[in-house]
């Protein structure tokens, strides 16, 4: 056992759930107990999903500990199967169901010759692996699932298409920043003249699966998931992968790079198209060259900072940090540990520190230790900077519904430069005004402002509070007491009371509008803060 | 408890008709109670047992409240855990012990979990053991997804406090110096409604003399034969009967003050047990529907659809229809329709007073079949859980988050404005 009260990657069957959803067409039933389908509100809140999430749990109870949940699970897959007719069915069980052992292959092998849709078993073991890890195994599942039989047969089409044309493997539902990532690769790959063949999962069919043998090369923008797949069908396939995040000038740089390289074998020589290509868009799209070279970005050399992240983007934005922008990361860190080596490997030589754990408290301790002058992290890594009164941009998953934005805001490609930019030079620049109001007195205008209200109550003195009414004004929050205060003195003297007692207050909420505004609206959402 | 198959009008014969469906539905985990049982109670501490799942749940229904040190962990569960090559109580104590030196609670809560329930770890038998090992009480709750729902999470934590509250001793009604025979009220209310709840019965002449919970774990109110205990939250049955049969208390059957017209009838059936008059309670309630007006006239023959999570359903929907709503669906995860049967009567009372037919009540709803009757209705107003609201905004029906009102104040005459407030919400806004 142990004492956990925040985890950076959630349980395995997540992973599944997110391959499911992310596809079009698939539906994912999990083996779980009540209350275990909050994937659904995730997806629904996070991502703004317009669409039902295409998750049903086939619910574990007392019952099911009786008898066995054989003919509640079929069940289940016959249904969905009838009612949305998916392409796929993906059953995954989850950390519960998994403790109960029961044969739920053997089900999905009873159900599926009744069932218009594919019908899948997720190979998931909860224990050993996480949301991120049982992303990429499925992934990989779900696409030799379809292809293998096939590819056996001898029936899959593997010509290659006649222009240069890649897949683009990665993108997930709830995925940090994927969706804009997604479209700012596919706009790379257009003007690099190179054709998409499939995306995947994100926006991909089970369908298109049939074609992926046809591209030239597989890109796999991210560590985290989709290099199973990749390594899949270089096996089979021969179809080589580039697994370079092009995060920053010189990792696209060099990602173009791998293109042309891959280009080449096939006899396809584009060498100087590209040079045109990246000289155009390093000094004309992307403003970070230039960025780097202006007189703000010279301030921020040699900043000290850390940075905490997945394995993609914390290796990223610590060699854009230290190549591109002279800043001295003292630590940088990830939380998957399964690829410690990688990371390690990425940053060498260019950190003072590295810190692999899981543990948050641990990276909060590092933090105070070193007292950076900013954070590049998760959304645990702000609000330990919140609390240390430290900067911070988030940079990486876990995050919350501020980086699902609505706006287009890629991390990678080019206008992925510019976007890291800004929030890199954000994140000083607040810490850095913060620093000088305070060292100059602060805002004049926040002494104005709290005499003014000091006046207002001031006027109101005629209202005297009786112990018990004064108790009950301080369960209000803080943040809303002085405006509860005055509406409640308004009304006292309104209605002629003298002292303002318990009735009185009641009284006075039952008929004044409180601000109906200050409602902490706690779940999934970070705008209002604890008292 | 009432098995499933047995509806509640072969109950009793007086109560409306139910119906059971597949029980496909969405709903928060029960130890989402956790979250605001950890602030009601301010010296607890709050353990759940179980696995990543759980934590991710907590971690992210739970949104910002992580960030701020809350007063509850997870005792997360490993593979050495599950199949026994660690000893459990030699765990629990290790992390008991680090708990208590970190935070000093005067209690610690175990939430048991699906997991524990699986792997049978016996939390009842070790708590009393570890619990004189280090010399802290330990409440076992097993609040988990096998066998409740949301806030029933809740219930099963407060049956497990009953039975820690102190033995009512006639001496210490002798020291009491009140009319009326000794008052527990029981159900986890922000510490404001509790003060409004219990001076409106103190405008009655009825003292209350506890609260469950109490807002200190010392403080939990004494308990026993001549006690009388009374509900605010329709999810509390277990506690109820925990009350009832082992602690001897003599339970108030009322319906739920929810809305001024619940307030009201909760008020007028403790007075009338007590034998007392009520006194200016028609015109309080007069008072408080007047200054809704301005709402009222925006839900008046609007048409809602209650989903079905959080076991609030039927005082809500009791109280739409005396708002002048027409409830087409009430979704119930679990009715016990005798802790319900005062509400479930009032509910009658007011279809009847406005003349509308009683909604469909439907327990262990199917939220698929669900949003197909919605297709054919086409409600105003959707009360629903997270995972349906945008999908059903986006399909053009106006929804309002179930569990804002979990969380939010619901209780008592002062409270009736911000409810209305809220579930009006999706109808004022223009489009």
Same mark, same amino acid.
């Given at each position: 056992?142990?004492?956990?009260?925040?985890?950076?990657?959630?349980?395995?069957?997540?992973?599944?759930?997110?391959?499911?959803?992310?596809?079009?067409?698939?539906?994912?039933?999990?083996?779980?107990?009540?209350?275990?389908?909050?994937?659904?509100?995730?997806?629904?809140?996070?991502?703004?999903?317009?669409?039902?999430?295409?998750?049903?749990?086939?619910?574990?109870?007392?019952?099911?500990?009786?008898?066995?949940?054989?003919?509640?699970?079929?069940?289940?897959? *016959?249904?969905? +199967?009838? !009612?949305?007719?998916?392409?796929?069915?993906?059953? =995954? %069980? $989850?950390? /519960?169901? #998994?403790?109960?052992?029961?044969?739920?292959?053997?089900?999905?092998?009873?159900?599926?010759?009744?069932?218009?849709?594919?019908?899948?078993?997720?190979?998931?073991?909860?224990?050993?692996?996480?949301?991120?890890?049982?992303?990429?195994?499925?992934?990989?599942?779900?696409?030799? *699932?379809?292809? +293998?039989? !096939?590819?056996?047969?001898?029936?899959?089409?593997? =010509? %290659? $298409?006649? /222009?240069? #044309?890649?897949?683009?493997?990665?993108?997930?539902?709830?995925?940090?920043?994927?969706?804009?990532?997604?479209?700012?690769?596919?706009?790379?790959?257009?003007?690099?003249?190179?054709?998409?063949?499939?995306?995947?999962?994100?926006?991909?069919?089970?369908?298109?699966?049939?074609?992926?043998?046809?591209?030239?090369?597989?890109?796999?923008?991210?560590?985290?998931?989709?290099?199973?797949?990749?390594?899949?069908?270089?096996?089979?396939?021969?179809?080589?992968?580039?697994?370079?995040?092009?995060?920053?000038?010189?990792?696209?740089?060099?990602?173009?790079?791998?293109?042309?390289?891959?280009?080449?074998?096939?006899?396809?020589?584009?060498?100087?198209?590209?040079?045109?290509?990246?000289?155009?868009?390093?000094?004309?799209?992307?403003?970070?060259?230039?960025?780097?070279?202006?007189?703000?970005?010279?301030?921020?050399?040699?900043?000290?900072?850390?940075?905490?992240?997945?394995?993609?983007?914390?290796?990223?934005?610590?060699?854009?940090?230290?190549?591109?922008?002279?800043?001295?990361?003292?630590?940088?860190?990830?939380?998957?540990?399964?690829?410690?080596?990688?990371?390690?490997?990425?940053?060498?030589?260019?950190?003072?520190?590295?810190?692999?754990?899981?543990?948050?408290?641990?990276?909060?301790?590092?933090?105070?230790?070193?007292?950076?002058?900013?954070?590049?992290?998760?959304?645990?890594?702000?609000?330990?900077?919140?609390?240390?009164?430290?900067?911070?941009?988030?940079?990486?998953?876990?995050?919350?519904?501020?980086?699902?934005?609505?706006?287009?805001?890629?991390?990678?490609?080019?206008?992925?430069?510019?976007?890291?930019?800004?929030?890199?030079?954000?994140?000083?620049?607040?810490?850095?005004?913060?620093?000088?109001?305070?060292?100059?007195?602060?805002?004049?205008?926040?002494?104005?402002?709290?005499?003014?209200?000091?006046?207002?109550?001031?006027?109101?003195?005629?209202?005297?509070?009786?112990?018990?009414?004064?108790?009950?004004?301080?369960?209000?929050?803080?943040?809303?007491?002085?405006?509860?205060?005055?509406?409640?003195?308004?009304?006292?003297?309104?209605?002629?009371?003298?002292?303002?007692?318990?009735?009185?207050?009641?009284?006075?909420?039952?008929?004044?509008?409180?601000?109906?505004?200050?409602?902490?609206?706690?779940?999934?959402?970070?705008?209002?803060?604890?008292? | 408890?009432?098995?499933?198959?047995?509806?509640?009008?072969?109950?009793?014969?007086?109560?409306?008709?139910?119906?059971?469906?597949?029980?496909?539905?969405?709903?928060?985990?029960?130890?989402?109670?956790?979250?605001?049982?950890?602030?009601?109670?301010?010296?607890?501490?709050?353990?759940?047992?179980?696995?990543?799942?759980?934590?991710?749940?907590?971690?992210?229904?739970?949104?910002?409240?992580?960030?701020?040190?809350?007063?509850?962990?997870?005792?997360?569960?490993?593979?050495?855990?599950?199949?026994?090559?660690?000893?459990?109580?030699?765990?629990?104590?290790?992390?008991?012990?680090?708990?208590?030196?970190?935070?000093?609670?005067?209690?610690?809560?175990?939430?048991?979990?699906?997991?524990?329930?699986?792997?049978?770890?016996?939390?009842?038998?070790?708590?009393?053991?570890?619990?004189?090992?280090?010399?802290?009480?330990?409440?076992?709750?097993?609040?988990?997804?096998?066998?409740?729902?949301?806030?029933?999470?809740?219930?099963?934590?407060?049956?497990?406090?009953?039975?820690?509250?102190?033995?009512?001793?006639?001496?210490?009604?002798?020291?009491?110096?009140?009319?009326?025979?000794?008052?527990?009220?029981?159900?986890?209310?922000?510490?404001?409604?509790?003060?409004?709840?219990?001076?409106?019965?103190?405008?009655?002449?009825?003292?209350?003399?506890?609260?469950?919970?109490?807002?200190?774990?010392?403080?939990?109110?004494?308990?026993?034969?001549?006690?009388?205990?009374?509900?605010?939250?329709?999810?509390?049955?277990?506690?109820?009967?925990?009350?009832?049969?082992?602690?001897?208390?003599?339970?108030?059957?009322?319906?739920?003050?929810?809305?001024?017209?619940?307030?009201?009838?909760?008020?007028?059936?403790?007075?009338?047990?007590?034998?007392?008059?009520?006194?200016?309670?028609?015109?309080?309630?007069?008072?408080?529907?007047?200054?809704?007006?301005?709402?009222?006239?925006?839900?008046?023959?609007?048409?809602?659809?209650?989903?079905?999570?959080?076991?609030?359903?039927?005082?809500?929907?009791?109280?739409?229809?005396?708002?002048?709503?027409?409830?087409?669906?009430?979704?119930?995860?679990?009715?016990?329709?005798?802790?319900?049967?005062?509400?479930?009567?009032?509910?009658?009372?007011?279809?009847?007073?406005?003349?509308?037919?009683?909604?469909?009540?439907?327990?262990?709803?199917?939220?698929?079949?669900?949003?197909?009757?919605?297709?054919?209705?086409?409600?105003?107003?959707?009360?629903?859980?997270?995972?349906?609201?945008?999908?059903?905004?986006?399909?053009?029906?106006?929804?309002?988050?179930?569990?804002?009102?979990?969380?939010?104040?619901?209780?008592?005459?002062?409270?009736?404005?911000?409810?209305?407030?809220?579930?009006?919400?999706?109808?004022?806004?223009?489009?």
């Amino acid at each position: 056992m142990k004492l956990a009260y925040w985890m950076y990657a959630g349980p395995a069957h997540l992973g599944v759930l997110r391959v499911a959803s992310s596809f079009k067409n698939v539906h994912a039933i999990m083996h779980a107990p009540l209350g275990d389908d909050y994937f659904n509100v995730m997806s629904s809140m996070l991502e703004r999903d317009r669409d039902f999430t295409p998750v049903t749990a086939s619910i574990v109870d007392r019952h099911v500990l009786a008898t066995g949940s054989q003919r509640k699970v079929v069940a289940t897959i *016959h249904r969905k +199967d009838q !009612e949305d007719e998916p392409d796929l069915i993906l059953v =995954t %069980p $989850t950390c /519960t169901s #998994s403790i109960l052992q029961e044969d739920l292959g053997n089900y999905v092998a009873r159900a599926a010759p009744y069932t218009k849709s594919e019908v899948l078993l997720a190979d998931v073991q909860h224990y050993r692996i996480h949301e991120l890890q049982a992303q990429d195994r499925i992934l990989e599942q779900v696409v030799r *699932h379809i292809m +293998d039989p !096939e590819r056996q047969k001898g029936t899959l089409d593997t =010509t %290659p $298409t006649p /222009t240069p #044309s890649a897949n683009l493997i990665g993108f997930f539902d709830l995925g940090f920043h994927h969706r804009d990532d997604s479209r700012e690769l596919r706009r790379l790959l257009h003007g690099l003249g190179i054709e998409i063949n499939s995306v995947l999962p994100k926006g991909g069919s089970i369908p298109d699966l049939h074609q992926l043998a046809k591209a030239w090369f597989n890109i796999i923008p991210y560590r985290e998931a989709g290099l199973m797949t990749a390594k899949y069908l270089e096996e089979s396939f021969h179809i080589p992968y580039i697994d370079r995040t092009p995060i920053g000038l010189i990792e696209t740089r060099k990602f173009i790079g791998e293109i042309e390289a891959i280009l080449q074998t096939r006899g396809v020589d584009r060498h100087e198209y590209y040079e045109k290509f990246i000289i155009h868009h390093e000094t004309i799209v992307s403003q970070a060259a230039w960025f780097a070279r202006s007189i703000d970005c010279q301030n921020l050399l040699g900043k000290r900072v850390i940075v905490f992240g997945d394995c993609t983007h914390a290796a990223t934005i610590t060699k854009l940090l230290v190549r591109e922008l002279g800043i001295h990361v003292v630590c940088a860190g990830t939380y998957c540990k399964y690829d410690e080596a990688w990371f390690r490997e990425q940053v060498n030589g260019y950190v003072d520190e590295i810190l692999i754990t899981e543990d948050h408290t641990q990276v909060a301790d590092t933090i105070s230790r070193l007292e950076p002058a900013a954070i590049f992290g998760t959304q645990m890594e702000r609000h330990v900077g919140k609390r240390l009164d430290i900067p911070c941009g988030v940079i990486s998953a876990p995050a919350h519904i501020q980086n699902f934005p609505l706006s287009f805001r890629p991390f990678l490609g080019y206008e992925g430069t510019n976007v890291v930019a800004d929030l890199i030079y954000n994140t000083f620049r607040l810490g850095m005004e913060d620093h000088l109001l305070e060292l100059f007195g602060g805002h004049d205008t926040k002494q104005i402002g709290e005499s003014q209200m000091a006046e207002s109550i001031s006027n109101s003195k005629g209202c005297q509070w009786t112990p018990e009414a004064e108790k009950e004004l301080a369960h209000i929050p803080r943040f809303v007491r002085s405006k509860v205060k005055r509406a409640t003195e308004r009304f006292a003297q309104e209605h002629g009371y003298p002292v303002i007692n318990l009735e009185c207050i009641y009284l006075a909420k039952q008929s004044t509008s409180v601000d109906i505004e200050t409602i902490q609206h706690l779940l999934f959402n970070d705008e209002t803060e604890v008292q | 408890m009432l098995s499933d198959q047995v509806t509640t009008a072969e109950l009793h014969p007086s109560a409306p008709l139910t119906e059971c469906e597949t029980g496909i539905y969405h709903t928060f985990c029960p130890i989402s109670c956790v979250a605001w049982l950890y602030q009601r109670v301010e010296d607890s501490f709050f353990l759940v047992i179980g696995t990543k799942t759980c934590g991710y749940f907590l971690q992210n229904a739970l949104g910002v409240m992580i960030f701020a040190e809350p007063r509850y962990a997870m005792a997360e569960l490993e593979e050495g855990d599950i199949s026994a090559q660690f000893n459990d109580y030699h765990e629990l104590r290790r992390l008991c012990v680090q708990i208590q030196q970190d935070r000093h609670p005067s209690v610690i809560v175990w939430i048991g979990t699906c997991t524990t329930e699986i792997i049978k770890m016996d939390l009842e038998g070790m708590a009393p053991t570890l619990q004189a090992e280090i010399g802290i009480p330990i409440v076992v709750a097993r609040a988990n997804g096998l066998d409740y729902a949301f806030t029933q999470g809740e219930d099963t934590v407060l049956a497990a406090m009953a039975q820690r509250c102190p033995d009512w001793t006639p001496d210490r009604t002798a020291t009491q110096s009140t009319s009326s025979p000794p008052l527990v009220i029981f159900g986890s209310v922000p510490a404001t409604v509790v003060s409004q709840l219990t001076f409106e019965l103190q405008r009655q002449k009825v003292e209350v003399t506890g609260w469950l919970p109490s807002a200190r774990y010392a403080d939990l109110p004494a308990v026993g034969e001549d006690v009388y205990a009374c509900g605010v939250n329709p999810f509390l049955s277990r506690t109820a009967i925990t009350l009832m049969r082992r602690r001897r208390c003599k339970m108030i059957g009322s319906p739920f003050p929810i809305g001024p017209d619940g307030t009201r009838a909760w008020i007028e059936k403790i007075c009338h047990v007590f034998g007392l008059e009520t006194t200016g309670l028609a015109e309080r309630e007069r008072q408080v529907w007047s200054q809704l007006e301005d709402y009222l006239s925006l839900v008046r023959g609007k048409s809602a659809f209650l989903m079905g999570d959080n076991l609030l359903e039927i005082s809500l929907a009791r109280f739409l229809i005396r708002c002048g709503m027409i409830v087409h669906e009430v979704g119930i995860p679990y009715m016990d329709a005798r802790f319900q049967a005062a509400e479930l009567h009032l509910l009658m009372r007011t279809c009847e007073a406005a003349h509308v037919p009683m909604p469909r009540i439907v327990t262990k709803p199917d939220n698929f079949y669900q949003v197909q009757r919605m297709r054919d209705v086409q409600p105003d107003l959707a009360i629903t859980g997270m995972a349906h609201a945008n999908p059903l905004e986006a399909r053009g029906t106006g929804t309002k988050w179930s569990v804002e009102l979990t969380f939010w104040q619901l209780h008592g005459f002062a409270s009736a404005k911000d409810l209305l407030e809220l579930v009006t919400r999706p109808l004022r806004r223009t489009h």
